[in-house]
C-alpha cells in the first residue's frame, strides 16, 4: 500500500487512484480542487451528523436505513480524512 511521495489522490469509492505529480501539476489548481472535495465531505458529515442526531429520524426509519446513513457517515469521514492528509502532502511541494 505504497503511495508516492508527490503524487494526486483520487477517491473512487473505496478505492484510491495516485497519480505522480513531479513536474505535471498546476499546485494552485490541485489544493483548490481538494478544498472543494473537503468542503463537500465536511458538509455530507454534517448533514448525515444531523440527521442521526435527530432522535425522531432514528425512532421512525427502519433499522436498515439508519446503519445505512451511519455508514455513509463513517465514509464520508474516512474520505475526509484522505483528502486532508493528500492536500497536506501537495501543500508541501515545492
Given amino acids: 500500500n505504497a503511495e508516492p511521495p508527490a ?3 483520487v477517491l473512487a ?3 484510491e487512484i495516485h497519480v505522480p505529480l513531479a513536474g505535471l501539476i498546476d499546485k494552485d489548481a490541485e489544493l483548490a480542487r ?3 472535495e473537503i468542503a463537500k465531505n465536511a458538509q ?3 448533514r448525515l451528523n444531523g440527521k442521526l442526531g435527530n432522535d425522531n429520524f432514528v425512532a421512525n426509519a427502519p433499522p436498515d436505513v439508519v446503519e445505512r446513513e451511519r455508514e455513509k457517515a463513517a465514509a464520508a469521514a474516512d474520505a475526509l480524512q484522505r483528502l486532508s492528509a493528500q492536500r497536506k ?3 508541501a511541494l515545492p
Avoid: V
Fill in 89 to 91: 502532502r501537495i501543500a
Fill in 44 to 46: 455530507e458529515i454534517q
Fill in 13 to 15: 469509492g473505496a478505492m
Fill in 34 to 36: 481538494l478544498d472543494r
Fill in 7 to 9: 503524487a494526486a489522490t
